[in-house]
């Protein structure tokens, strides 16, 4: 899963990601996560939560991991910083992990 090019802040190589588990910086080292992620659980998938919301250059979203088809197993809460318009850092919140995971 590669991340959009308009997503990401015009200086994306400042866009960071942070939460419990890991960090990434820049593009590169935010895809690197992701990959990681799905070579973890090759048959989970990510999914939004609901809707996203937030004021100004501040956005939370809820997300889901796991397989399709069922509730997720993994959950979590993310919390995003913009500029312009595009992400230029998350941070998030592990909500749900079950034991093992």
Do not use: C
Request: charged share 25%; no cysteine; aromatic share 10%.
């Amino acid at each position: 899963m590669e991340i959009p090019d308009q997503w990401l802040s015009p200086s994306s190589r400042t866009t960071s990601y942070v939460d419990p588990l890991m960090k990434g910086d820049g593009p590169d080292g935010i895809d690197a996560l992701i990959a990681g992620v799905q070579q973890r659980f090759p048959d989970f998938t990510f999914k939004l939560i609901g809707e996203p919301n937030g004021y100004g250059d501040h956005v939370r979203f809820s997300w889901g991991l796991g397989p399709e088809g069922v509730d997720s197993p993994i959950k979590g809460t993310d919390f995003a910083v913009l500029k312009d318009g595009r992400i230029r850092s998350v941070t998030g919140f592990l909500d749900q992990v079950p034991a093992g995971a």
